[in-house]
């Protein structure tokens, strides 16, 4: 590649990730849930005419990696004919991950044209098809046996609502029928159809960057400029490549268990590296189970893919070209490859936390001294709901923070969401202001960080109260395993969750467990800590 085509792709590259950025931006000033517009949970990215990943925004890695088997069940499922449709899917086994994560996928046209005539402004719309833009956010409930979706099931239909790739919008105009099933179940249809409209929202940003970006280069070379860009990031990835050990390395590790029975569910990978391949071999691991950890193949090709990118530097622009080296085997039947009906929810917030710690063991093998300690290896999901005050139904949804792995050279971060999600904390103003809820301890749970040269950063505590009769619900790890430590650091604490009853007495709750909460009560949730190093 030459030095001028070299900067193209660059300059090219840059503006299509801002596009996803801006994208994110969009969908985050037009949510109406505090989980989308304060802890930023969702993802943006753009697709080609064939459904490859063209560019995407840092956003969470576990929706980034599978969003590309979102985009092509709908490409497959869905009749887009023209600008202003717009299609939705959540379904896990048919592209996406778990239910709560609705992700919204758009075709962009190009050509289309405006003028003003006659005092109005008259469209013309174009039917060339150039790409997609979509986007993926976790609704803080769809529906279910419990508020907030997320508490342990035995049944994917116990989980919430599925929705198969369909049609949303058709020019423009939301399919009424649709809107209506999903809006009949759920407990807060308000904030579902404000989040809904700011997703649509967010699509029709990028569609119109996307479009200005084509009509700026022309159609030629901006397509021209896209397989540079695929074959840059492939070229790149496979320089990273020369870095590691060839060879053959395997890795495991545990769920502590499923919340219906199960425990210590193994996760085993192989791991070849070759001269330009790498080689994710899972087909070794636990069957599925009964309770919700499960994860479907996305889940698991995301990890796969985020671990790799964690070793890359210089890292390649991410995008379709970084998949093509990277191979990942999975047996349908288990829990990193799991089949309907099986519940899922806990299998893209908490499986995947535990397949990133098995990629990431393999791949330290292949590249000595470079990986860090497990960092706390759980999302620490929690869902509190009921009904408030004002006798409107609430679901408040979070995932809370802890401590990250020490790795050469530095101590791990404390309070930090790590891995596969990258969201932030509900500011405890913006929880108390929307929910019948109060936090009466956010801190540090200062020493649980894993001991060493190099300390793990220490996880949190944090308890909230509730002013209303509630119903909570837990889906966390780490609770009777603990975060590795690397090169003999010591392992960081493990999580403990926790009811404080009215009457003075604090219990303890299990990993995996829903319940009921009096006004006045609350959860205490310690997050684990990262290992230390050395």
Same mark, same amino acid.
């Given at each position: 590649?030459?030095?001028?085509?070299?900067?193209?792709?660059? *300059?090219?590259?840059?503006?299509?990730? &801002?596009?996803?950025?801006?994208?994110?931006?969009?969908?985050?000033?037009?949510?109406?849930?505090?989980?989308?517009?304060?802890?930023?949970?969702?993802?943006?990215?753009?697709?080609? /005419?064939?459904?490859?990943?063209? /560019? $995407?925004?840092?956003?969470?890695? *576990?929706? +980034?990696?599978?969003?590309?088997?979102?985009?092509?069940?709908?490409?497959?499922?869905?009749?887009?004919?023209?600008?202003?449709?717009?299609?939705?899917?959540?379904?896990?086994?048919?592209? @996406?991950?778990?239910?709560?994560?609705?992700?919204?996928?758009?075709?962009?046209?190009?050509?289309?044209?405006?003028?003003? /005539?006659? @005092?109005?402004?008259?469209?013309?719309?174009?039917?060339?098809?150039?790409?997609? *833009?979509?986007?993926?956010?976790?609704?803080?409930?769809?529906?279910?046996?419990?508020?907030?979706?997320?508490?342990? =099931?035995?049944?994917?239909?116990?989980?919430?609502?599925?929705?198969?790739?369909?049609?949303?919008?058709?020019?423009?105009?939301?399919?009424?029928?649709?809107?209506?099933?999903?809006?009949?179940?759920?407990?807060?249809?308000?904030?579902?159809?404000?989040?809904?409209?700011?997703?649509?929202?967010?699509?029709?940003? &990028?569609?119109?960057?996307?479009?200005?970006?084509?009509?700026?280069?022309? !159609?030629?070379?901006? =397509?021209?400029?896209?397989?540079?860009?695929?074959?840059?990031?492939?070229?790149?990835?496979?320089?990273?490549?020369?870095?590691?050990?060839?060879?053959?390395?395997?890795?495991?590790?545990?769920?502590?268990?499923?919340?219906?029975?199960?425990?210590?569910?193994?996760?085993?990978? !192989?791991?070849?590296?070759?001269?330009?391949?790498?080689?994710?071999?899972?087909?070794?691991?636990?069957? =599925?189970?009964?309770?919700?950890?499960?994860?479907?193949?996305?889940?698991?090709?995301?990890?796969?893919?985020?671990?790799?990118?964690?070793?890359?530097?210089?890292?390649?622009?991410?995008?379709?070209?970084?998949?093509?080296?990277?191979?990942?085997?999975?047996?349908?039947?288990?829990?990193?490859?799991?089949?309907?009906?099986?519940?899922?929810?806990?299998?893209? *917030?908490?499986?995947?936390?535990?397949?990133?710690?098995?990629?990431?063991?393999?791949?330290?093998?292949?590249?000595?001294?470079?990986?860090?300690? $497990?960092?706390?290896?759980?999302?620490?999901?929690?869902?509190?709901?009921?009904?408030?005050?004002?006798?409107?139904?609430?679901?408040?949804?979070?995932?809370?923070?802890?401590?990250?792995?020490?790795?050469?050279?530095?101590?791990?971060?404390?309070?930090?969401?790590?891995?596969?999600?990258?969201?932030?904390?509900?500011?405890?103003?913006?929880?108390?202001?929307?929910?019948?809820?109060?936090?009466?301890?956010?801190?540090?749970?200062?020493?649980?960080?894993?001991?060493?040269?190099?300390? &793990?950063?220490?996880?949190?505590?944090?308890?909230?109260?509730?002013?209303?009769?509630?119903?909570?619900?837990?889906?966390?790890?780490?609770?009777?395993?603990?975060?590795? &430590?690397?090169?003999?650091?010591?392992?960081?604490?493990?999580?403990?969750?926790?009811?404080?009853?009215?009457?003075?007495?604090?219990?303890?709750?299990?990993?995996?467990?829903?319940?009921? +909460?009096?006004?006045?009560?609350?959860?205490?949730?310690?997050?684990?800590? @990262?290992?230390?190093?050395?």
């Amino acid at each position: 590649m030459d030095v001028k085509t070299a900067t193209e792709v660059a *300059v090219l590259h840059h503006a299509l990730v &801002g596009v996803a950025e801006e994208m994110g931006e969009a969908l985050k000033r037009a949510a109406y849930s505090p989980n989308i517009k304060e802890r930023q949970d969702y993802s943006c990215a753009l697709f080609d /005419a064939q459904g490859r990943l063209l /560019a $995407q925004a840092a956003h969470l890695p *576990v929706h +980034l990696g599978s969003m590309p088997a979102s985009v092509a069940a709908v490409i497959s499922s869905v009749d887009f004919q023209k600008e202003g449709d717009f299609a939705i899917i959540n379904d896990p086994y048919d592209g @996406g991950t778990h239910l709560p994560d609705i992700t919204m996928v758009a075709p962009v046209f190009a050509g289309t044209t405006s003028w003003k /005539a006659g @005092g109005e402004v008259r469209v013309r719309r174009g039917r060339r098809l150039i790409g997609y *833009v979509a986007n993926r956010a976790h609704h803080a409930d769809v529906g279910g046996a419990a508020p907030g979706s997320m508490s342990p =099931q035995t049944d994917l239909i116990a989980e919430g609502l599925v929705i198969p790739p369909v049609l949303f919008e058709r020019d423009g105009q939301i399919s009424p029928d649709v809107l209506a099933i999903v809006m009949a179940n759920t407990r807060t249809p308000d904030e579902r159809l404000g989040d809904l409209h700011a997703q649509l929202a967010a699509c029709d940003r &990028g569609i119109h960057r996307v479009i200005a970006i084509e009509q700026q280069y022309g !159609s030629k070379k901006f =397509q021209a400029l896209c397989n540079a860009l695929y074959k840059h990031a492939a070229q790149l990835l496979r320089d990273n490549l020369k870095s590691l050990k060839r060879g053959s390395f395997r890795s495991e590790d545990v769920l502590d268990d499923d919340g219906a029975g199960t425990t210590d569910i193994r996760i085993r990978c !192989s791991l070849t590296v070759s001269r330009d391949k790498l080689t994710f071999d899972f087909s070794d691991s636990d069957q =599925q189970v009964r309770g919700g950890v499960n994860a479907v193949r996305a889940v698991t090709a995301s990890a796969s893919f985020y671990s790799v990118l964690c070793l890359c530097d210089p890292r390649p622009p991410i995008n379709h070209g970084c998949f093509e080296h990277i191979e990942v085997i999975t047996k349908p039947g288990t829990v990193v490859d799991a089949k309907r009906p099986a519940p899922v929810a806990g299998g893209n *917030v908490e499986t995947s936390q535990r397949i990133v710690d098995v990629c990431l063991g393999a791949l330290a093998q292949a590249a000595p001294g470079r990986v860090p300690a $497990q960092s706390q290896g759980t999302m620490n999901n929690l869902t509190i709901g009921g009904v408030g005050s004002d006798g409107k139904p609430f679901t408040y949804y979070e995932t809370i923070a802890g401590g990250c792995g020490a790795g050469p050279g530095r101590t791990g971060a404390s309070a930090t969401h790590s891995h596969m999600t990258n969201t932030l904390n509900t500011p405890a103003e913006a929880l108390e202001h929307a929910y019948p809820l109060r936090v009466e301890e956010y801190a540090l749970r200062e020493g649980s960080g894993g001991n060493g040269e190099h300390r &793990g950063g220490d996880g949190v505590i944090r308890r909230i109260r509730t002013l209303v009769p509630a119903t909570f619900g837990l889906l966390t790890e780490r609770r009777t395993s603990s975060p590795k &430590g690397a090169e003999k650091g010591k392992p960081g604490r493990q999580g403990i969750n926790q009811v404080r009853y009215n009457d003075g007495e604090v219990e303890p709750v299990d990993a995996k467990c829903s319940g009921e +909460l009096e006004p006045g009560e609350a959860i205490d949730m310690r997050t684990p800590g @990262g290992g230390g190093w050395r």
